[in-house]
Antibody
Framework: EVQLVESGGGLVKPGGSLRLSCAAS????????MNWVRQAPGKGLAWVSS????????YYADSVKGRFIISRDNAKNSLFLHMNSLRAEDTAVYYC???????????????WGQGTPVTVSS | QSALTQPASVSGSPGQSITISCTGT?????????VSWYQQHPGKAPKLIIY???NRPSGVSNRFSGSKSGNTASLTISGLQAEDEADYYC?????????FGGGTKLTVL
């Protein structure tokens, strides 16, 4: 059974940092582009960042560019999101999600974690 | 990055069909076939139900179908069932990024 399990969320003050992790089991993470998607309380989905299979291609939403860093460790079947200079508007549940297509990207996310909540508040 | 435009809500009775629209631009929906649809029940992670405009992942009911015309994609759910009541989101590739629609709440009357 494929599982993605996020961790690392929590309460942080504005300007602070957090590191989210996503551990994959039941499938070979190295074969898939991976993504972070967030959902603010009561709001819709918002794409945050993506990383290709070998980390050669990395993209960010404008709202997090320069503050967030996505990375992956294929040997450990894990995905990460380093979040710096956090703002109140970054408050959301953060999901990791794998692309549907192996090898390349087809921009459809078939496997999702359960999400980890991040609250930015003083 | 502005979101794709979806109706805030739609409703239908059991057995009926409904269609949810997703309007973008020639830079996203109209320019690529990388349009997807997701179903999200309260408190749950989203579930992929349509990818590449009209393809269903394994295990997704054939009551769900997708299409596209110009800059507007559509999700049709036929034979509405109570368990279809959920939020639905479209997404599209846009210049090395991904953009979601604002979401549509489906109520099964």
């Amino acid at each position: 059974e494929v599982q993605l399990v996020e961790s690392g969320g929590g309460l942080v003050k504005p300007g602070g940092s957090l590191r989210l992790s996503c551990a994959a089991s039941g499938f070979t993470l190295s074969k898939y582009s991976m993504n972070w998607v967030r959902q603010a309380p009561g709001k819709g989905l918002a794409w945050v960042s993506s990383i290709s299979t070998t980390s050669s291609y990395i993209y960010y939403a404008d709202s997090v560019k320069g503050r967030f860093i996505i990375s992956r460790d294929n040997a450990k079947n894990s995905l990460f999101l380093h979040m710096n200079s956090l703002r109140a508007e970054d408050t959301a549940v953060y999901y990791c999600a794998s692309d549907y297509c192996s090898g390349g990207a087809c921009y459809s996310f078939v496997y999702w974690g359960q999400g980890t909540p991040v609250t930015v508040s003083s | 990055q502005s979101a794709l435009t979806q109706p805030a809500s739609v409703s239908g009775s059991p057995g009926q069909s409904i269609t949810i629209s997703c309007t973008g631009t020639s830079s996203d929906v109209g320019g690529y076939n990388w349009v997807s649809w997701y179903q999200q029940h309260p408190g749950k992670a989203p579930k992929l139900i349509i990818y590449e405009v009209s393809n269903r992942p394994s295990g997704v009911s054939n009551r769900f179908s997708g299409s596209k015309s110009g800059n507007t994609a559509s999700l049709t759910i036929s034979g509405l069932q109570a368990e279809d009541e959920a939020d639905y989101y479209c997404s599209s590739y846009r210049s090395s990024t991904l953009v979601f629609g604002g979401g549509t709440k489906l109520t099964v009357l």
